[in-house]
């Protein structure tokens, strides 16, 4: 499968990165300002402000890392390194993630890129609860593969996420709802992984299952 990217696509992933981040950078500049202006006038919360923005922005950049750059292949790479980058990301929001307890055993060895993919693939469930839901990880298929199940009342994917993901939406066509989407399926595709969705909007579920070919 081709997996070269169009200039296009490069364009909307900086523009998402920035998107994420001028959020807790800005709260961090601002907080700095307060200090710079007030001096010790400014009190605590300028501090829980920049302390509060710093750790979302690194938390942020952490899963750019593994979900875009090389560090989501790095052979010391494990189950657990995942699971902990993605909590900490929900861990503001009004989502909330259960994984199956020994997922980490069954997947001590995994195939390359599959734990890049699997982080890829949470993002996009965490888009898919809009606001609040409930993560599902577990394994199937005998551990050959792993299912993210989405329920809430909204659970469903974005906007043309669906063709997106698929590889079916044409570059000039994608946007900032669809990128991640994009990206995602690329990812899995680069590495030899599939991935089924099923959607059952009307009972406020999805499922993802990651299976390698």
Known sequence: MDINLHPRVLELMASRICHDLVSPVGAISNGVELISELGEDAGDEAMKLIAASARQASVRLKNFRLCYGAAGTDKNLGFKDVRDAFVDQIATARVTAEFEPDLGVKFS???????????NVLILAEESCHGEGKISVAAVDGNKGIKVTVTGNNAALRDGAEPALKGETKPGDL???SIHAYMTGKTAALFGVS?????QKEHGRLELTLTVA
């Open 195 to 199: 991935i089924a969705i099923q959607a």
């Open 109 to 119: 060895m995994p195939p390359k890129g599959l734990f890049k993919v699997l982080l």
């Open 175 to 177: 946007d900032a709802r």
